[in-house]
């Protein structure tokens, strides 16, 4: 275990900067999706609010399949974590994974910041319990695994301008893969959370919604 966290701290340090940005895409990404909230018109506003309460009723009503969810979770999470690892290995891919990071922020903070704009103090904690258990996994994952695409790319980039492209690229690239699909078991924790824990709290909390 010591060996493992020792790993994760020189990971860490030798990738300090690329962490900083990578985090500060997504919180950007969070902060316009919040404030895209308030740009709405009210027709968007009004198409979005029936939505809502439509999902409130469903969830109310009905039996929630909790293995759809964890399917379609696994899914989605694959998705990205696939399409950061394929852009990781061009030399253009860096803005493209800030975007993917950024992106992800914004659909958790318009999310988040709309059903807190609608239901108030109830949307908070709705908010709270049945995105951010997921999430404290899914999203360090996801964070993780778009530093090691941005880092592997630089890699890339770098044996270009030294005229070094031979030089271990096959090995890192194994490690790189490697690391990756570890990450995603633990991403995949976070997809079992969003499917048989969260909806405990959804179906619960939906009723004073």
């Not at 999470?77 to 690892?85: K, R, S």
């Not at 709309?114 to 951010?132: A, D, R």
């Amino acid at each position: 275990m010591r060996k493992v966290n020792n790993v994760l701290i020189k990971h860490i340090q030798r990738n300090i900067i690329t962490y900083f940005v990578v985090i500060m895409f997504f919180l950007i990404g969070i902060s316009s999706g919040a404030f895209t909230t308030k740009a709405l018109s009210d027709s968007e506003n009004g198409e979005l609010i029936a939505y809502l309460e439509n999902f409130f009723k469903i969830v109310d009503t009905k039996t929630i399949d909790n293995f759809a969810i964890l399917k379609q979770s696994l899914i989605n999470n694959l998705q990205t974590g696939v399409l950061i690892w394929i852009l990781g290995v061009t030399i253009i891919g860096i803005p493209a994974i800030l975007f993917l990071i950024g992106l992800r922020g914004f659909i958790i903070g318009f999310t988040v910041g709309f059903i807190i704009k609608q239901k108030g103090l109830n949307g908070l904690i709705f908010s709270i319990f049945s995105l951010l258990p997921q999430n404290i996994i899914i999203i360090p994952g996801i964070i993780v695994i778009g530093v090691l695409g941005i880092s592997f790319s630089v890699m890339l980039i770098k044996s270009k301008v030294e005229k070094n492209v031979h030089n271990n690229i096959l090995n890192q690239f194994f490690v790189y893969s490697t690391v990756i699909a570890i990450v995603y078991i633990f991403i995949a924790l976070g997809c079992i959370i969003e499917a048989y824990i969260s909806p405990l709290f959804v179906k619960y909390l939906s009723v004073y919604m």
